[in-house]
């Protein structure tokens, strides 16, 4: 039988992500738009993107906030170019993102003492071969897997090298250990269901310690560049951007970021994730032909959550179809480079109502497409 009730919100794609609960773009404070990013009204704006981001990520003392350009990409990218070289490097990989990072680090930059541990999709690294002189890369939440790193336990508190993660997916969704890791990116576009183009960029004292002491030997981007005479930019973590940013997504975050602080901080955000994965766990243990790709429960994300199904590809594939077209789950095809499967986002903006109204559509779509 065909369901009757549908989502409200059927946009459950991984990125950009839904608009949070009650977002009206009418109710952004949009003074700021035809002003100079460094008029005092700009910069007031700007540098409220990193403190009360500090602030209600609860970061520890010390800790930097930069809103920098190229979404998540340009950030993992602003701090690959400008740290790494002067240790070793272990990379890890168990998706495409992850991968991405590794050609990056061996192809781009080709760097010299480099360690890949990689792993398949819905698999996860041994986390127990990682050498902490080196520095680390690696992917809190691979969104092309469900795959996320479970905890921070095998982070040494006294590593030599850098951690250099990022936590795109993972941020406001997922307890991070702020004090483990020295390098965190990510996007406005994920889990505050806000816009993309701006990446945030968020160093330790460690990572700036390295800034100042080490000059990377390639030409470095005017887009990158983090200091200056071998100082850091203490304005670039004060919202004195490197270049021009939108000050309608500006305005656009810290609307996301009012609405988290309403809703009762990173505590709740998390929490509303955590039940948005918990309707997918109940249907995926009351159903036999739908599991999750992550195999480890541990490891499954709660945010991109990527399940696949007993049908051939193209039989996926009109699954996926048919839902769009019914109107009640847009974007939840698995991404291009992951095996078959869907992937339903289940970050803070999702509400549970929600998904609990498209479960049914699921079965539905899954029995008529393999009739
Ligand atoms: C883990 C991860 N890294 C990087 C990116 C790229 O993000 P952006 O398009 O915001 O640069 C994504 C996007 O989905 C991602 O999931």
Same mark, same amino acid.
């Given at each position: 039988m065909q369901p009757t009730v549908k989502p409200k919100n059927p946009n459950f794609s991984s990125g950009p992500c839904a608009k949070r609960p009650g977002y009206n773009v009418a109710d952004l404070q949009l003074d700021t738009l035809g002003r100079s990013?460094?008029?005092?009204?700009?910069?007031?704006?700007?540098?409220?993107?990193?403190?009360?981001?500090?602030?209600?990520?609860?970061?520890?003392?010390?800790?930097?906030?930069?809103?920098?350009?190229?979404?998540?990409?340009?950030?993992?990218?602003?701090?690959?170019?400008?740290?790494?070289?002067?240790?070793?490097?272990?990379?890890?990989?168990?998706?495409?993102? #992850?991968? !991405?990072?590794? /050609? +990056?680090?061996? &192809?781009?930059?080709?760097?010299?003492? =480099?360690?890949?541990?990689?792993? #398949?999709? !819905?698999?996860? /690294? +041994?986390?127990? &071969?990682?050498?902490?002189?080196?520095? =680390?890369?690696?992917?809190?939440? #691979?969104?092309?897997?469900?795959?996320?790193?479970p905890n921070g336990d095998w982070i040494p508190a006294n590593r030599a090298g850098l951690t250099i993660c990022d936590a795109t997916s993972a941020v406001f969704a997922?307890?991070?250990?702020?004090?483990?890791?020295?390098?965190?990116?990510?996007?406005?576009?994920?889990?505050?269901?806000?816009?993309?183009?701006?990446?945030?960029?968020?160093?330790?004292?460690?990572?700036v310690q390295r800034l100042e002491s080490y000059t990377p030997p390639w030409p470095m981007p005017k887009l990158f560049r983090m200091t200056s005479g071998g100082k850091l930019t203490e304005g670039l973590f004060k919202g004195e951007t490197i270049n021009t940013p939108s000050m309608l997504c500006v305005s656009d975050y810290l609307d996301a970021l009012a609405w988290v602080e309403r809703i009762g901080g990173v505590q709740a955000t998390m929490a509303r994730s955590e039940a948005n994965l918990k309707v997918i766990s109940d249907f995926v243990a009351a159903n036999d032909w739908i599991s999750f790709l992550a195999k480890d429960p541990a490891t499954r994300s709660n945010t991109s959550v990527c399940l696949t199904l007993k049908l051939g590809d193209d039989q996926v594939k009109q699954v996926v179809k048919l839902l769009d077209t019914?109107?009640?789950?847009?974007?939840?095809?698995?991404?291009?480079?992951?095996?078959?499967?869907?992937?339903?986002?289940?970050?803070?903006?999702?509400?549970?109502?929600?998904?609990?109204?498209?479960?049914?559509?699921?079965?539905?779509a899954y029995h008529k497409v393999s009739a």
């Open positions: 990013h460094r008029s005092a009204l700009g910069k007031k704006a700007l540098g409220l993107c990193c403190s009360e981001t500090a602030r209600i990520l609860g970061l520890p003392e010390g800790y930097r906030v930069a809103v920098v350009a190229g979404s998540d990409t340009g950030a993992v990218e602003m701090a690959l170019w400008s740290l790494l070289g002067p240790r070793g490097v272990d990379v890890l990989a168990w998706e495409s993102f #992850g991968s !991405g990072w590794v /050609t +990056d680090i061996v &192809k781009q930059l080709k760097l010299p003492n =480099v360690t890949k541990l990689e792993a #398949g999709y !819905g698999d996860i /690294t +041994d986390f127990s &071969k990682v050498n902490f002189d080196h520095d =680390v890369v690696f992917t809190w939440n #691979g969104t092309t897997s469900g795959v996320k790193v997922m307890e991070l250990p702020w004090d483990k890791l020295d390098v965190i990116t990510y996007s406005w576009q994920k889990v505050l269901g806000g816009e993309g183009a701006h990446g945030m960029l968020i160093l330790s004292p460690r990572a019914e109107g009640v789950a847009c974007d939840i095809g698995a991404y291009k480079d992951a095996p078959a499967g869907i992937r339903i986002w289940c970050g803070a903006t999702v509400e549970a109502t929600d998904l609990q109204a498209l479960m049914p559509w699921l079965s539905w």
